[in-house]
């Protein structure tokens, strides 16, 4: 079982940076996808990003949304995995979640996680 820790929420205005961090209790550097997720009230979760783990060389993948604004990146040696998030809308605003899973069948569907964090909230005002 992995245990994750998001970090970093909060408040920004619109077009503002932020990052946030996903911290792993047990080794995920090999064989683990994670991806980010955000949920708004009365919503599925949504994906945002995510690493597909690769013998041969980690791939990411970004939802539409947020492509050209996010970029996830990875730190092994930490266990920790970031979300740079620039350019920041309104409609960003969510509670953001980071899960992890062993060679997961589909990176953007959060059934295909069982570790999930308990997320953090990023609200952006206009």
């Known amino acids: 079982q992995v245990q994750l820790v998001e970090s970093g929420g909060g408040l920004v205005q619109a077009g503002g940076s932020m990052r946030l961090a996903c911290a792993a209790s047990?080794?995920?550097?090999?064989?683990?996808?994670i991806a980010w997720f955000r949920q708004t009230p009365g919503k599925e979760r949504e994906f945002v990003a995510g690493?597909?783990?690769?013998?041969?060389?980690?791939?990411?993948f970004y939802a539409d949304s947020v492509k050209g604004r996010f970029i996830m990146s990875r730190d092994n040696a930490k266990d920790t995995v970031y979300l740079q998030m620039t350019s920041l809308k309104p409609e960003d605003t969510a509670v953001y979640s980071c899960?992890?899973?062993?060679?997961?069948?589909?990176?953007?569907?959060?059934?295909?996680?069982?570790?999930w964090g308990q997320g953090t909230q990023v609200t952006v005002s206009s």
């Open positions: 047990g080794r995920t550097n090999s064989g683990y996808d």
């Open positions: 690493i597909k783990w690769s013998g041969s060389g980690d791939r990411t």
């Open positions: 899960a992890a899973g062993r060679f997961v069948m589909v990176l953007n569907t959060a059934s295909s996680y069982h570790n």
